[in-house]
């Protein structure tokens, strides 16, 4: 038989089929992870025109490849951008040499920044050789309630009924909410009637420390600003420790840095340190 191969979006029909290839691919994830994960994609406000899963590759009609794709709509200099974290990409043995028509559908938008905020140590030099560039090196480890930084402020959680309260711009504001709904710790700081956003991601390594790691903020030297109050709301809930993307010390910060934890672009808006906003990290817990 002659096989039929070839390249296409996901459809919600494909779901069940993609779970398994995705379990059988990625063995260290549960069949559950993945049900999780295909419907987070489902609830995803998804740019239109944009695929709302990723692409798969199939043979004989059935799926032997697959990438999955987070669109997002993000503001770069008070401009309306999209962003797509790429994720989960895995090709079943036999069709590996197919592979290069998948990344091919997967990165053809030239407007759209794809980042990669976890790349195998081992696809480093493919990554680069597709057009990648790395933008981050490593990650400090802060103890932000050491700060001297006195911020002048108080750190607020966003929930629900602080929705009408939140002097920040739309798409901000559902940022906010959308990563609560992920699991994500949404914070806002005030200082003289202006609104400082900060989303933190609750982490636990080897199951006894647990961490929060910074997903989003507008820029560093904000979260440096209010790392005194910050640090004091995330210690009352059990996180001494927050992780930040950098290349390198965080003045003005208590902590260590630590590389090796590469993160990459590609596309025409270097992402900002501080800002995995719907990433594949928040949305799916990779």
């Known amino acids: 038989m002659v096989s039929r191969i070839r390249c296409r979006q996901i459809d919600r029909a494909d779901i069940d089929a993609l779970v398994d290839l995705l379990t059988r691919g990625f063995r260290v994830r549960t069949r559950d992870f993945w049900v999780r994960a295909l419907r987070r994609l489902e609830q995803h406000s998804t740019p239109q025109g944009f695929p709302k899963y990723g692409y798969l590759l199939e043979c004989n009609g059935m799926p032997v490849g697959v990438i999955l794709l987070i669109y997002s709509f993000i503001a ?3 401009e309306m951008r999209i ?13 590996r040499s197919y592979a290069a028509l998948l990344r091919s559908h997967a990165l053809k938008h030239k407007q759209v920044t794809y980042f990669n905020i976890t790349p195998n140590l081992d696809t480093l030099p493919i990554l680069e050789a597709q057009g990648y560039v790395r933008y981050c090196d490593g990650r400090f480890v802060a103890a932000p309630a050491l700060s001297f930084n006195t911020g002048h402020s108080k750190a607020t959680l966003v929930i629900s009924d602080t929705y009408t309260t939140l002097d920040l711009p739309a798409l901000e504001t559902k940022l906010l909410f959308d990563h609560t709904s992920y699991g994500c710790i949404s914070v806002i700081c005030n200082s003289r009637n202006q609104s400082y956003p900060f989303v933190f991601l609750p982490l636990r390594k080897s199951r006894i420390v647990r961490y929060a790691y910074l997903a989003y903020c507008r820029d560093l030297e ?4 209010f ?4 640090g004091q709301f995330l210690i009352r809930r059990g996180f001494p420790l927050v992780l930040v993307d950098s290349n390198g010390p965080i003045k003005r910060l208590a902590g260590r840095y630590f590389g090796q934890f590469p993160k ?3 596309g025409p808006d270097q992402p900002r340190l501080g ?5 594949e990290r928040v949305m799916f817990g990779l």
């Open 76 to 78: 770069v200099h008070q």
């Open 275 to 279: 800002d995995i906003a719907y990433s």
């Open 264 to 266: 990459y672009f590609k």
């Open 222 to 225: 904000e979260f440096v600003r």
């Open 83 to 95: 962003r797509c974290s790429v994720s989960s990409w895995y090709v079943e043995p036999p069709f």
């Open 227 to 230: 790392a005194r109050p910050l």
